[in-house]
């Protein structure tokens, strides 16, 4: 918001520009990034906003190239009209942030954009995806910051509109069912019957197998076998953050989490 406020905020009308290409500090946009998006929104008026792919960094840790990989399956294969494009690298239209307000600061860097893509598309704007669009994003390099990221995107995602942004997303939900029931099981089970815990620890593994036998043949890269560890770890923390972010947005617990007023003296 401070760099569209620099950008479009007084300015007389004829030095404003047609378009304006978002890119995060973690993302390396590859060549012709920005003509690909740009020709995709050339083409068509009502084209407000235009993403492409975002590739790991084949330099980054394993869990960086992990998440990479993950977020890139959501992509379509070819250009198509998409509800959602990250903010990661994109390019809008500059009328797209005069009849839209600007990203919403209470998110914090979570869901923000798609919260903002929501309000674009009930404006009459499209939303379009290339795949010429390249670029590639540096994810966070440790488990802990990956797990961090997760519990932040499921605690601020239950407060927008948009649930389901990709294909993908519904069968993402029933995996994070399948992997918490899992995970309840082997509590439940305990000391009492370790082999069962055991058991319900490597199911819950066991559900990233297609994936990171599908990763792995298309990549080549033994990272995609850490999936079967680090998703469900993503799950828990995720389900965790959804759980937080339904109880800070009640109403009840909002009152009941509030501090109490201090007695003046």
């Not at 290409?21 to 929104?41: F, N, Q, T, Y």
């Not at 605690?155 to 519904?170: E, I």
């Not at 990171?212 to 965790?240: E, H, I, K, Q, S």
């Amino acid at each position: 918001n401070t760099g569209l406020a620099a950008l479009l905020g007084g300015r007389s009308p004829e030095d404003l520009p047609a378009f304006v290409a978002i890119v995060e500090a973690d993302v390396v946009p590859e060549p012709g990034w920005l003509s690909a998006a740009l020709s995709e929104l050339g083409a068509d008026g009502t084209v407000g906003g235009c993403g492409g792919v975002l590739q790991p960094d084949p330099q980054d840790p394993w869990i960086a190239r992990l998440a990479g990989y993950e977020v890139a399956r959501r992509f379509p294969t070819q250009a198509a009209d998409v509800l959602h494009i990250t903010s990661a690298a994109a390019v809008y239209r500059r009328e797209v942030f005069k009849r839209v307000e600007r990203f919403r600061e209470d998110l914090v860097n979570a869901s923000l954009d798609s919260e903002f893509n929501v309000r674009v598309r009930q404006a009459g704007w499209r939303l379009r995806f290339t795949p010429a669009a390249r670029a590639r994003h540096r994810y966070k390099p440790t488990l802990a910051g990956y797990l961090a990221r997760q519990y932040a995107y499921g605690k601020y995602r239950s407060g927008t509109p948009a649930l389901f942004l990709y294909p993908q997303d519904c069968s993402t939900a029933l995996e994070m069912l399948l992997t918490w029931g899992l995970l309840g099981v082997a509590a439940v089970l305990g000391w009492a019957a370790p082999g069962g815990a055991v058991a319900a620890l490597l199911s819950a593994g066991a559900l990233q197998l297609p994936f990171a036998v599908r990763t792995f043949r298309a990549t080549g890269d033994r990272a995609a076998w850490g999936a079967c560890v680090a998703f469900p770890l993503r799950y828990f923390a995720a389900g965790l953050g959804v759980l937080r972010g339904i109880i800070s947005s009640s109403l009840f617990f909002r009152l009941l989490l509030r501090p109490s007023p201090r007695p003046s003296l």
